[in-house]
């Protein structure tokens, strides 16, 4: 896949800084994006699998426009969580996170333990709200 854009200040994105294939994060804004394939492998690999997420994403009904890297312009759906939003492309079902949101919905853990199971399951967790709408 090229390097994608980032959907909320379409500067290019760099898959280094969260360590996950298939994860960018945007080096100026701090946004995150999940192409919609990587989410949707993402809640098939879940299935069964128990979740330390005490918390539910809620559908605000809203809209935000932003540049999907895959699909163009477009009103990307949102939901809230944790006191954060996180939005989702209605053509691919990407995922974009803003600054910080994806670090204030996992659970805390001490520094340098590996967190990619709970990001993985916070981002099935939110693209199941999604998917529900």
Request: proline share 11%; net charge negative; aromatic share 6%.
């Amino acid at each position: 896949m090229p390097v994608p854009h980032c959907p909320s200040c379409i500067e290019p994105m760099s898959s280094v800084e969260l360590e996950t294939p298939g994860f960018w994060s945007c080096l100026y804004c701090e946004g995150n994006w999940i192409p919609g394939p990587e989410v949707a492998a993402l809640i098939s690999q879940a299935k069964g699998v128990s979740t330390p997420i005490t918390w539910t994403p809620q559908q605000t009904g809203k809209t935000v426009r932003l540049a999907c890297p895959s699909c163009g312009p477009a009103a990307f759906a949102q939901v809230a969580a944790q006191g954060t939003l996180a939005h989702s492309c209605p053509t691919c079902h990407g995922i974009y996170l803003p600054k910080g949101a994806l670090q204030t919905l996992l659970p805390s853990r001490p520094a340098g333990e590996d967190r990619s199971v709970e990001a993985a399951l916070t981002l099935v967790t939110i693209a199941a709200a999604f998917l529900s709408q």
